[in-house]
């Protein structure tokens, strides 16, 4: 039963760059979640999307980061230009439909290294 | 609105030893309740939740957790811990009225020493 993917799992580039991290979430699971985490701020929530339409994207820090759903498989966060306070690990959450009391299901991060 | 506060952000024990990692939260409704674990290099993984009922919530490796409503607690607690143990541990709110996110704790460093 695979769990909810992420790729690439580290990725180093230098400012300026655009980045583009990946997910793929749990089949069946109508919400998905795009989280960052670093140590000063600890974990946050970016974006949401609940079947494939963006709901809030309050937690987006900037206009560089856009993040889409193209279709109930995949999503992207995309970092246009990058810089160096973007370095955090980003993290992709999937859950069950629209009943509050449903876990979330994580991916094992994309490590993001901005020099 | 709905918030989390976990006490400690770091939390060294020896081995065999008991452990509890405490969190509060405050919600104008009903609440619903999660830990999570997140091992190194990984993402973070459901270790038990409190949805209704008994108060009292096992979950995986060992790990409970007791709903208190008048204090407004969900502590967590492991009787005897392993050097496996050592991780980040984050407590979650989900709220029963308005908006379906859960809000996170900020997380506290389970460190269990030889």
């Known amino acids: 039963d695979a769990g909810v993917i992420q790729s690439p799992r580290h990725e180093v580039t230098e400012m300026g760059q655009e980045v583009t991290l990946r997910c793929k979430p749990i089949?069946?699971?109508?919400?998905l979640f795009w989280y960052r985490q670093t140590m000063m701020r600890g974990l946050e929530l970016l974006i949401y999307?609940?079947?494939?339409?963006?709901?809030?994207d309050s937690g987006m820090p900037e206009d560089r980061f856009s993040a889409k759903m193209p279709n109930a498989s995949f999503s992207t966060l995309k970092i246009q230009p990058s810089e160096p306070r973007d370095s955090a690990v980003y993290f992709c959450?999937?859950?069950?439909?629209?009943?509050?009391?449903?876990?979330?299901?994580f991916g094992d991060g994309t490590r993001l290294s901005i020099l | 609105a709905q918030s989390v506060t976990q006490l400690d952000s770091q939390v060294p024990v020896f081995e065999e030893a008991p452990v509890e990692l405490r969190c509060n939260y405050s919600?104008?409704?009903?609440?619903?309740l999660f830990w999570y674990v997140q091992y190194p290099n990984q993402g973070l993984q459901l270790l038990l939740k409190?949805?209704?009922?008994?108060?009292l919530v096992k979950g995986i490796n060992g790990f409970e957790a007791e709903f208190n409503k008048s204090q407004t607690s969900f502590h967590l607690r492991k009787p005897s811990v392993h050097i496996s143990d050592t991780a980040e541990y984050f407590c979650?709110?989900?709220?029963?009225?308005?908006?379906?996110?859960?809000?996170f704790g900020r997380g506290t460093s389970l460190i269990v020493h030889p």
């Open positions: 959450a999937s859950s069950l439909a629209d009943r509050k009391n449903q876990p979330q299901h």
């Open positions: 089949s069946g699971h109508d919400y």
């Open positions: 999307f609940n079947n494939n339409v963006p709901i809030d």
């Open positions: 919600s104008s409704v009903s609440v619903y």
């Open positions: 409190y949805l209704s009922g008994s108060t």
């Open positions: 979650a709110v989900s709220s029963s009225g308005g908006s379906y996110i859960p809000t």
